[in-house]
């Protein structure tokens, strides 16, 4: 591929967070309608209609009156889906906000051990505390997407063992996209002050839940499972996740932040969403299809691409990196960006890749098909 070729120079920082539509069509000059973005890794048939007319109704008394400070009705809607007490439930302002407060605890529990590649907001929110960390590099070779066994037992082991630690596990992994076997992970929760899981990508993975740990809080005090319901339904604007996990702790963060972290709008999509139990296995089952078939569609197609390979991924989202290794890709995501008006990620800002990696977010058909026309574009010189 011509447009491929090693870095010169100093380049410049990598945005933490994929998906900022705003600040690349003011710097690109368009509007942001005219982008395609495979830097957010967001469901691209959503959100359902049947939310868009719940949340035109919503714009009467949810848009006045203040939201219940204990979110009641929408924690009760998250704790039945998942056959858990609603007081092990705390709604947030996205999945972001929640970690802020994990991050609270991770501080005063003691190191913090971060598999790396990873996502580089875990590190912002023990920045907010003076929390202690370190990476435990990850493998950058698998040949399965999984559910497979956790490569860093022993690793995490050695360093739990000299003090107390606290271990973030992100599964499926970002940006690796790997899927964790729950029985691999199970074993980690004897072993850390506090666990910290992000599940955030878990409901789109096709039999995903079979994997996760939720089944495991009522036995594991310290283990705190985080989701996030933007990924799924495609409502980035809303800011709606929620933590699942003991009683006293959820309690004692709730304690810690702002009057009404979730607006009422969020509310009530989130208890709309979350208490048609039957319409949500339906979505789920369409977005999970989506996963697989168009994932896999992907992945065939950008192997071909020559100067790319894409590894297994379970998500919906693909890591790229560079053939022959250690080529800048940063040439090749200015072109898409500046050229042909496609984002995708910049995984400069995940501990332990450099610009010789980028991640790719999953598209519908006549996205994918307009990623790929670009990419031929772009290795004929065009």
């Known amino acids: 591929m011509p447009a491929l070729h090693p ?71 998250i704790a039945a889906w998942h056959g858990l007490d609603p007081a092990r439930v705390l709604p947030g302002n996205g999945a972001a906000e929640l970690f802020t407060w994990a991050a609270r605890d991770a501080a005063a529990g003691g190191l913090s051990l971060l598999p790396a590649p990873g996502f ?11 929390g202690a960390w370190r990476p435990l590099p990850l493998p950058l070779d698998w040949s399965e997407a999984g559910p497979g ?33 729950r029985r691999s992970l199970e074993p980690l929760l004897e072993r850390f002050a506090l666990v910290i899981v992000d599940e955030a990508f878990l409901p789109l993975v096709p039999d995903g839940e079979e994997q996760s740990l939720v089944p495991l809080l009522a036995a594991h005090p310290q283990l705190v499972v985080i989701r996030s319901l933007t990924k799924l339904f495609s409502i980035a604007g809303l800011r709606l996740g929620y933590a699942l996990g003991a009683p006293g702790r959820l309690a004692r963060w709730a304690s810690w932040r702002d009057p009404w972290p979730v607006n009422g709008l ?13 319409g949500l296995r339906r979505w789920q089952g369409r977005v999970q299809g989506w ?55 910049d995984c400069r800002s995940f501990e332990g890749l450099g610009d010789d990696w980028l991640r790719i977010a999953v598209q519908d058909r006549a996205g994918n098909r307009r990623l790929l026309a670009a990419l031929a574009q772009i290795s004929r010189g065009r």
């Open 120 to 130: 580089a907001d875990y590190r912002r929110a023990l920045g907010c505390w003076g």
């Open 7 to 77: 870095a010169k120079g100093t380049p410049e920082p990598p945005d933490l967070h994929g998906g900022n539509l705003q600040a690349a069509a003011r710097r690109l000059g368009c509007r942001p309608e005219q982008l395609l973005d495979a830097s957010a890794s967001l469901v691209p048939f959503g959100p359902p209609p049947r939310l868009r007319r719940l949340l035109i109704r919503a714009l009467g008394s949810d848009l006045r009156d203040y939201p219940d400070r204990g979110y009641t009705a929408l924690g009760d809607a």
């Open 291 to 345: 996963v697989a078939g168009e994932g896999a569609w992907l992945a065939a197609r950008l192997a071909a691409v020559p100067g790319l390979e894409p590894l297994p991924s379970a998500a919906n989202y693909l890591l790229v990196r560079s053939r022959p290794a250690a080529t800048s890709l940063q040439p090749l995501r200015l072109a898409l960006e500046r050229r042909h008006r496609i984002l995708v990620r």
């Open 149 to 181: 066994p956790w490569p860093l037992a022993a690793a995490a082991a050695a360093v739990a063992g000299s003090g107390p630690a606290v271990l973030w596990l992100t599964n499926p992994h970002n940006p690796t996209g790997q899927l964790w076997s």
């Open 266 to 278: 969020a509310a009530a999509a989130g208890r709309f969403l979350l208490a048609d139990q039957a």
